[in-house]
């Protein structure tokens, strides 16, 4: 199925004011409440508006995105993350602390699933769903070939509803990869959370191997 249409102006791909889900913009007023140094609102995608390399991750952290404002930035699950992209020559370095700290990304764009967010790190089935128009966007506006790398199975089921693609023909797996439209290849990787590395079911070869795929597949035939 081909994608929408590109759209011009950032709103299509994102909105800063957008309080669509009740819920997450409840919670987002009360961490507001409890922290009102932190960013608490919906977090932009992040790096090369015309990267063909698009990473989505699951949503904001409470101690990261959510706080900085960028995603992956403040906790531990952009330290491997950037770490990863500078190896690989997305970045210009090879950590991400805060929004003003300098960080570029060339070639590549990351965004979020749910750019709210969600309660214990969990939004529902609907908030991923209403978030998806924004993900659509984004991936309309991406080059072809262009690959899209996903952090964790809700990150992929979410680019498979954004290209309506079933996920019975296109099952999530660490360095799984997809063919899913004309020129767009999808490669899974398992979230780069604390959890996942510090019981080592994600290493940093396990994440490395991920974004020497994407680096393959961007690579003219």
């Known amino acids: 199925m081909r994608l929408p249409r590109r759209v011009n102006g950032a709103r299509a791909t994102f909105d800063s004011r ?3 889900c009740p819920r997450l913009a409840k919670f987002l007023g009360e961490v507001r409440t409890r922290h009102p140094d932190y960013h608490a609102a919906p977090v932009a995608p992040f790096g090369d ?4 390399l698009l990473v989505v991750g699951l949503a904001p952290g409470m101690h990261g995105a959510n706080a900085t404002g960028r995603p992956f930035t403040g906790d531990h699950a952009g330290i491997l993350l950037y770490e990863t992209l500078f190896k690989a020559g997305f970045s210009n370095q090879a950590e991400g602390s805060h929004a003003d700290d300098g960080l ?3 070639g590549c764009r990351i965004t979020n699933a749910v750019k709210c ?3 214990a790190n969990k939004p529902t089935t609907a908030e991923i769903a209403t978030c998806n128009r924004f993900l659509v966007a984004e991936l309309a506006r991406l ?3 262009g690959v899209i790398v996903a952090l964790g199975r809700i990150a992929h089921n979410a680019v ?5 693609k079933p996920q019975t023909r296109h099952t999530f797996g ?9 020129g767009v290849t999808l490669i899974d990787s398992y979230h780069c959370s604390r959890y996942n590395t510090q019981t080592r079911r ?3 070869a396990m994440f490395e191997r991920v974004f020497d795929l994407a680096a393959q597949h961007l690579e003219p035939v």
């Open 117 to 119: 967010l969600p309660p």
């Open 160 to 164: 498979l509803k954004a290209f309506a």
């Open 143 to 145: 080059p072809r070939p």
């Open 18 to 20: 957008c309080r669509a």
């Open 202 to 204: 994600l290493t940093p």
């Open 104 to 106: 570029q990304l060339t």
């Open 174 to 182: 660490h360095a799984a990869v997809h063919v899913i439209d004309d």
């Open 49 to 52: 508006p015309n990267a063909a």
